[in-house]
T-cell receptor, first 111, second 114 residues
């Protein structure tokens, strides 16, 4: 499969805690992106990290990329109930013009 | 902000019907995509288009076709709907400068074929 794989499949935390999701992929990439999907809705682009970057921040989001291990992580700090959603990684693979999406991590933040 | 509009949120069709799923974007983007999303399988690319009247097969094109007569509109067609095409269908668009930018998705159409 060309898809990335997220880990864990599901995560449940208390409000205020940090949430970490991981993504592994198999091929060489140009960039890796994270998306969020609220239940029954479309995906929303959160953050993009290029293959020559190791870490990127956006608000409460922190993304790391380790191309040697072909893995990425998304950290959401000080989680809120409104962060409850599914989170997907997507890879822009070298030589391909499309994104390849993983199967997602379902995050539940308990108030 | 780019807006991607899918004409129906929920759709119920009968087996054998011809089904049209419409997607319209308002930012003059050249690249448009159709995905289907199923539990445990993530998003799978059905078809994509880089320009008017241009189309390319994705990973799972069987049973589908597309139409791109105008830049802003990308239609997905199920020629003869079957129950295994029950799914969430997502349309997306992308800045024409390639994969260095994120996709903008529509809200999705949940199709049920009975």
């Amino acid at each position: 499969s060309q898809q990335g794989e997220e880990d864990p499949q599901a995560l449940s935390i208390q409000e205020g805690e940090n949430a970490t999701m991981n993504c592994s992929y198999k091929t060489s990439i140009n960039n890796l992106q994270w998306y969020r999907q609220n239940s029954g809705r479309g995906l929303v682009h959160l953050i993009l990290i290029r293959s020559n970057e190791r870490e990127k921040h956006s608000g409460r989001l922190r993304v790391t990329l380790d191309t040697s291990k072909k893995s990425s992580s998304l950290l959401i700090t000080a989680s809120r109930a409104a962060d409850t959603a599914s989170y997907f990684c997507a890879t822009a693979q070298t030589g391909a013009n499309n994104l390849f999406f993983g199967t997602g991590t379902r995050l539940t933040v308990i108030p | 902000d780019v807006k991607v509009t899918q004409s129906s949120r929920y759709l119920v069709k009968r087996t054998g019907e011809k089904v049209f799923l419409e997607c319209v974007q308002d930012m003059d983007h050249e690249n448009m995509f159709w995905y289907r999303q199923d539990p445990g399988l993530g998003l799978r690319l059905i078809y994509f288009s880089y320009d008017v009247k241009m189309k390319e097969k994705g990973d799972i094109p069987e049973g589908y076709s597309v139409s791109r007569e105008k830049k802003e509109r990308f239609s997905l067609i199920l020629e003869s709907a079957s129950t295994n095409q029950t799914s969430m269908y997502l349309c997306a668009t992308r800045n024409p400068q390639g994969t260095a930018y994120g996709y903008t998705f529509g809200s999705g159409t949940r199709l049920t074929v009975v």
